[in-house]
T-cell receptor, first 115, second 112 residues
């Protein structure tokens, strides 16, 4: 059972550029989550998919952020017109749903640095 | 505002001792409770979850849940220097098992 994978692991970009991150969940997990984490804070929820449907999106998330999970498998998170405040670790997690247990397992994260 | 609170630490224990980490939560209806370990610069790693009142043991780790008092704790027996990390408590609010409310974490240092 392979874990959650994320790509790239590190991304350095200049302010104003667009970036896209990919997440591959654990294969039998139908739920996928995106979080953002900065130093000294717990993970901040960004958005959540069940299968291919995006069911929840944080109100804190600006319109510059968009996420997709087109076939209910991998997901992408895009940030347009990056700002220095977007520098953070972007975390993806996956889980089952229902009685099978819904513990969330995290990938290794993508560290974004906006210069 | 649903909250999860943890002492930030650092909690310092000698190698071989029991480390006790505590977490309180404000939503009385919360159903699911999770402990994650996070090493510096790495992502959170799930180490324990508990859904029912009482104790749950897994190797050197024991999670204890007391819903009446609204706290959950994590005990680490025979602490090792490799246990030095930040431990994050996360709670699912009532009626929403897809959402996690996170504490800020407790930093644990195990001294050889």
């Amino acid at each position: 059972d392979t874990g959650v994978s994320q790509d790239p692991r590190h991304k350095i970009t200049k302010r104003g550029q667009n970036v896209t991150f990919r997440c591959d969940p654990i294969s039998e997990h139908n739920r996928l989550y995106w979080y953002r984490q900065t130093l000294g804070q717990g993970p901040e929820f960004l958005t959540y998919f069940q299968n291919e449907a995006q069911l929840e999106k944080s109100r804190l998330l600006s319109d510059r952020f968009s996420a997709e999970r087109p076939k209910g498998s991998f997901s992408t998170l895009e940030i347009q017109r990056t700002e220095q405040g977007d520098s953070a670790m972007y975390l993806c997690a996956s889980s089952r749903s229902g009685r099978a247990g819904y513990e969330q397992y995290f990938g290794p994260g993508t560290r974004l640095t906006v210069t | 505002q649903k909250e999860v609170e943890q002492n930030s630490g650092p909690l310092s224990v000698p190698e071989g001792a029991i480390a006790s980490l505590n977490c309180t939560y404000s939503d009385r209806g919360s159903q699911s409770f999770f402990w994650y370990r996070q090493y510096s610069g790495k992502s959170p790693e799930l180490i324990m979850f508990i859904y029912s009142n009482g104790d749950k043991e897994d190797g050197r780790f024991t999670a204890q849940l007391n819903k009446a008092s609204q706290y959950v704790s994590l005990l680490i027996r025979d602490s090792q220097p490799s246990d030095s990390a930040t431990y994050l408590c996360a709670v699912s609010p009532a009626g929403n098992n897809r959402k996690l409310i996170w504490g800020l974490g407790t930093s644990l240092a195990v001294n050889p």
